[in-house]
Structure formats: structure tokens, C-alpha cells
């Protein structure tokens, strides 16, 4: 049994527009590209070459097509990018038997210390979200660190200090910050989109937040209005243009 810091009153996490995310994969893949340091790195690609490659993806894109009878609207296809939502009441860090797992006091990032980690797995079969990988080769769990490694690294630039898929996104779908604050550009999103917890029923209490799709417009309410006929007075206008009036109107 692991213990749960008192809440922090800082509370990093990403705010994601369902909205506007394509599903292009590209937070994926950059956050793969900067996690992945081959044996080393946090996110390790296992036989990537091989016949069966394995691997760990702390952050996986599915999309779903939403019947017309689910909306107000046409059907629609909606991109839902899934990792780790750092939630503040999370049985994955509680279930833990040798505090491997633990949250962080300071801003709430949740993460993995993997030389505690023994591999049982508790974790995973505790997270309601999918959160939690597997390292095969390891025998320890592996998750999203909310680039931790970025964020507070002075030698990087200010605007880089966010996590990768943030920095990678190019429809500007997801968004970092302090969602603790409430005057945090983060929060004030959250507060005008109506932004929401997954799964709020299961208690986890989750810090990042999705905003809901716009419903989409109908497309038989769009279809162009019929071409206006224009009347054009050519008593005043030149022989050559009266000539070729006559000509194209036949
Ligand atoms: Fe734990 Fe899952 Fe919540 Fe992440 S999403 S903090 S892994 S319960
Ligand atoms: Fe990956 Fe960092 Fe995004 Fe987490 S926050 S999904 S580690 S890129």
C-alpha cells in the first residue's frame, strides 16, 4: 500500500480539444521519438526490427464514429487521444506494494520509479483508463511522466518546457498547464468549453480534462442557394460587348 501526498495545490496536466484533434497521431509519435531512448529511455521499443516488435506507447490515438442518434447533428468521426490523466485520488499509486508508484507533492505528476517497481502489475489492473505499460524486457511498468524532463529543464527554452506531444500537435488540440490555478490559461479553457473528467463515476478524480466536440453542422442546412439570374443593362454598353452578349446568349 503506497500513500497519496495531501493535494497538491499545483495540479500539471493537459487539457485535450476533441473538437480539433484530427487523429493524425503525431503527439504519439513525438511523444515515442522523445521518451524513447532504446534500452534506456522511459519508453522502451523491444525488437523494434524484429518479426514481432513490442514496445510501450504512452500515449495511444483512437477514433470513433458517433451514430446521427448520439448527436444533434450528422454522423461524426471523433479522435480521442488516451494517456495518463494524473488523476489526484488514483488506485494505481495506492495498490502499489513497494511504492514504486507514487505521486508527486509538488505538482501532481503521477510516475514510476522503476528500481521499486517488481512488475506485479496491481497498478495496471487498477487504472480504469488504460493508462499503464508493460515493459516485457523490463518487468516494469512504464507510463507517461508528463515529460517531466522537458518541463522543468532550464536549458531548453521556455516555450519548449512542454511536454512533446504538446509541442507536436499541429491542430493545437492539446494544451499544458497548471490546472490548479483557476486564472491558468488551461482553466479558463476548461471553464468556457465546458471541459470535463473521464469517467468521474470511478472517483480517480482525473487532472487533465477534455473539451467536448461542437456539434457539426447539417449538411443539407449548407447546400449552395440557387444561382441568382442578373440583369445586366446593355442599352449604354459598347457594340462589342452587345455583339458578344448576343453571341453567348444563344
Ligand atoms: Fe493512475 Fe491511470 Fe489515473 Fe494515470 S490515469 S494516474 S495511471 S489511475
Ligand atoms: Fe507522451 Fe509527454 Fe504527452 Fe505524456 S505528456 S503522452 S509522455 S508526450
Not at 495531501?6 to 485535450?16: A, D, Q, T
Not at 521556455?158 to 512533446?164: F, G, I, M, S, T
Not at 472517483?203 to 442578373?230: F, I, M
Request: negative net charge; charged residues 25%.
Amino acid at each position: 500500500m503506497t500513500m497519496l501526498p495531501p493535494p497538491s495545490p499545483k495540479k500539471l496536466g493537459l487539457v485535450i480539444d476533441l473538437d480539433i484533434c484530427v487523429g493524425c497521431h503525431a503527439c504519439a509519435v513525438a511523444c515515442k521519438e522523445w521518451n524513447d531512448g532504446g534500452q534506456f529511455g522511459p519508453l522502451p521499443d523491444e525488437n523494434a526490427y524484429g518479426r514481432e516488435p513490442l514496445g510501450v506507447w504512452f500515449n495511444r490515438v483512437h477514433s470513433y464514429e458517433i451514430e446521427p442518434a448520439e448527436t444533434t447533428g450528422p454522423a461524426m468521426t471523433v479522435h480521442f487521444p488516451r494517456s495518463c490523466l494524473h488523476c489526484e485520488t488514483p488506485d494505481c499509486v495506492t495498490v502499489c506494494p513497494t511504492g514504486a508508484s507514487y505521486k508527486r507533492a509538488e505538482d501532481g505528476i503521477v510516475l514510476v520509479d522503476a528500481d521499486k517497481c517488481i512488475g506485479c502489475q496491481l497498478c495496471a489492473w487498477a487504472c480504469p483508463y488504460g493508462a499503464r505499460e508493460y515493459s516485457q524486457e523490463r518487468g516494469t511498468m512504464q507510463k507517461c511522466t508528463l515529460c517531466v524532463d522537458r518541463i522543468y529543464n532550464e536549458t531548453l527554452s521556455e516555450y519548449d518546457r512542454q511536454p512533446a506531444c504538446v509541442m507536436a500537435c499541429p491542430t493545437r488540440a492539446r494544451h499544458f498547464g497548471d490546472l490548479g490555478d483557476a486564472e491558468s490559461k488551461v482553466s479558463k479553457l476548461v471553464a468556457e468549453r465546458g471541459g470535463y473528467d473521464l469517467m468521474p463515476e470511478m472517483g480517480y478524480k482525473p487532472v487533465n480534462k477534455y473539451l467536448p466536440p461542437r456539434p457539426r453542422r447539417d449538411g443539407c442546412a449548407t447546400q449552395a442557394a440557387p444561382a441568382r439570374e442578373e440583369k445586366v443593362d446593355l442599352s449604354t454598353a459598347s457594340p462589342l460587348l452587345r455583339w458578344m452578349d448576343r453571341i453567348l446568349s444563344r
